[in-house]
């Protein structure tokens, strides 16, 4: 593609990248510019999302379009917000984010789930749009879509559960996370891939877009990886599988966890970097 450089900017992230009055939350949120066009993806919890961009320079009052990689609180509970500052925004997303959503484990029980209903949002000005395919939203831009599990060794997150409807009844089943999108950007350099929390799996995200986009090489992938969740066995798996994809730079962040982060950090040297709050990509 040619013209202006992507631009990347992580706006909602764990941590924070220099002493700029940046806030960190448990969050996720990134702003691809290219080519005049603003798409946001996520919006963290709503912390950080206005205070961190206007610190950083960076206009949310004249996105294109918001991207939604799934329908948790820590991505999306900052839509408020964004669609303060934008009149009827483009919300592109899988339908399954409005699904109730928890986290169980040991006993204890907590919503995860989006805290801001559809129709509260949609007065707000919000227009949803929902795919499952994969995409091509912009030209050079795409969404990947559901992500078939094609590995044996990135399995669900067995303590994340939905509610849905049984003969009448409300009952619990794990969340197979379906809605789980990552954003896809061919560059003159190849393709970035921006992830939300890669809940589908690293290696089957990135198979999905080689499948989608044969021929052309993963130069970047930056966002949570959902690793630091992940057993030993998958993460070991993980690393010897992704070798194969060449990637140059690979930025964690996020559901990667520090204790992960830094064991991707010495498996790929000069490759990784943190995605932290801050950071900014130009390729």
């Known amino acids: ?61 004249a996105l294109d379009m918001l991207v939604l990689s799934h329908g948790h609180y820590d991505h999306a509970s900052g839509i408020p917000q964004v669609a303060g500052l934008n009149a009827n925004l483009k919300v592109l997303c899988h339908k399954d984010v409005f699904l109730p959503r928890y986290w169980v484990k040991d006993g204890d029980e907590r919503f995860i789930g989006m805290i801001h209903r ?3 949002l949609e007065s707000l000005g919000c227009r949803f749009s929902f795919f499952s395919e994969f995409t091509e939203i912009v030209p050079g831009i795409y969404l990947t879509g559901e992500v078939p599990r094609i590995t044996d060794f990135e399995k ?3 303590h994340m559960e939905i ?9 619990r089943v794990q969340d197979p996370l379906m809605d789980d999108l990552s954003l896809v950007v061919d560059t003159p350099s190849g393709l970035v891939v921006v992830l939300g929390c890669a809940h589908a799996g690293l290696i089957n995200i990135l198979s999905h877009v080689q499948k989608n986009l044969p021929g052309k090489k993963i130069h970047t992938v ?3 990886t959902h690793l630091g969740f992940a057993e030993d066995v998958q993460f070991h798996q993980t690393l010897k599988e992704l070798e194969a994809f060449e990637i140059k730079r690979l930025g964690a962040s996020h559901c990667t966890g520090l204790s992960n982060s830094a064991r991707l950090a010495s498996r790929l040297g000069d490759r990784f970097f943190n995605a932290s709050v801050g950071v900014k990509l130009e390729l």
């Open 163 to 171: 509610e849905i409807e049984e003969n009448g009844k409300i009952t």
């Open 222 to 224: 930056i966002g949570g």
């Open 118 to 120: 559809r129709p509260f």
């Open 1 to 61: 593609m040619k013209g202006a450089p992507l631009k990347l900017t992580v706006l909602c992230e764990n941590s924070v990248a220099g002493p700029f009055g940046l806030i960190g939350e448990h969050g996720w949120s990134i702003l691809i510019e290219m080519r005049g066009r603003k798409i946001l993806f996520d919006t963290g919890q709503g912390i950080g999302i206005l205070n961190n961009s206007m610190r950083l320079g960076k206009d949310l009052g």
């Open 156 to 158: 669900p997150d067995p």
